[in-house]
């Protein structure tokens, strides 16, 4: 099993920025993709930004020129910089990856998320 644990999410005014963190752990395991979800209250879940080892990148519409996602192999550890945040931005920020491990081949993991509120 692979855990991802987030951080880095809080309370920023509009204009501000925050990076988030997303660090997987476990057992023999290797990571193909990594991608940020965002779900506001009454909202579907939607994919932000996601990234492969390859440094394939994809992101939402309002995403593109604010966000940047990243990923470093060596760590096991993946990033969302976010920069230029409105109020519109806020939501809980759930980090996903995929890739291979010894015990399951295959895993599809979630983290728990972190809020990230923007407000004046």
């Known amino acids: 099993q692979v855990k991802l644990v987030e951080s880095g999410g809080g309370l920023v005014q509009p204009g501000g920025s925050l990076r988030l963190s997303c660090a997987a752990s476990g057992s023999r395991f290797s990571i193909r993709a990594m991608g940020w979800y965002r779900q506001a209250p009454g909202k579907q879940r939607e994919l932000v930004a996601a990234?492969?080892?390859?440094?394939?990148?994809n992101y939402a519409d309002s995403a593109k020129c604010r966000f940047t996602i990243s990923i470093d192999n060596a760590k096991n550890t993946g990033y969302l910089q976010m920069n230029s945040l409105k109020p519109e931005d806020t939501a809980n920020y759930y980090c996903?990856?995929?890739?291979?491990?010894?015990?399951?081949?295959?895993?599809?993991?979630w983290g728990q998320g972190t809020q990230v509120t923007v407000s004046s």
């Open positions: 996903n990856a995929q890739g291979f491990a010894l015990t399951v081949h295959w895993y599809d993991s």
């Open positions: 990234i492969t080892t390859s440094g394939r990148t």
